[in-house]
């Protein structure tokens, strides 16, 4: 099949295809004309890469997945190693996020937002300090 068709049967932008060839995650097959021409499996390869990159993971982490994926001999582990360091980063980030959000609050919350120009969200981002 032509890149639109694998493109919307794997549920991608052919742009993104064409990236993720580009960078050798995939090698689809060339007709006689140097066309691409994609099999099942490169469009079961393109959905797999799909869902995993909507997950969060890395290209470099998808480049493994997938090498685990087609490895019949794959320890589990080595798999479960990639998505519990990919976990532990999500979690790291969830809580960078709920700092953000508690500092912003209490900013927030702090500002008179009125007419005066005394404003503790710009003190807090500029490093001073200012009466709320």
């Known amino acids: 099949m032509n890149i639109g068709e694998a493109a919307e049967a794997a549920g991608l932008p052919a742009k993104t295809i064409r990236y993720y060839e580009e960078i050798g995650l995939i090698t689809p097959g060339r007709t006689a004309n140097g066309y691409r021409a994609f099999s099942a499996r490169d469009v ?41 360091r990919h976990l532990d980063e999500i979690e790291e980030k969830i809580l960078q996020l709920r ?26 981002m500029s490093g001073a300090k200012a009466e709320a």
């Open 44 to 84: 079961h390869n393109l959905a797999f890469l799909a869902r995993a990159r909507a997950l969060g993971f890395s290209i470099e982490d998808c480049r493994a997945l997938l090498a685990l994926y087609e490895d019949t001999s794959r320890a589990s582990a080595d798999v479960k190693r990639i998505a519990q």
């Open 99 to 124: 700092e953000m959000r508690d500092t912003l609050a209490r900013l927030v919350e702090a500002c008179r937002g009125n007419h005066r120009p005394d404003c503790p969200i710009l003190a807090s």
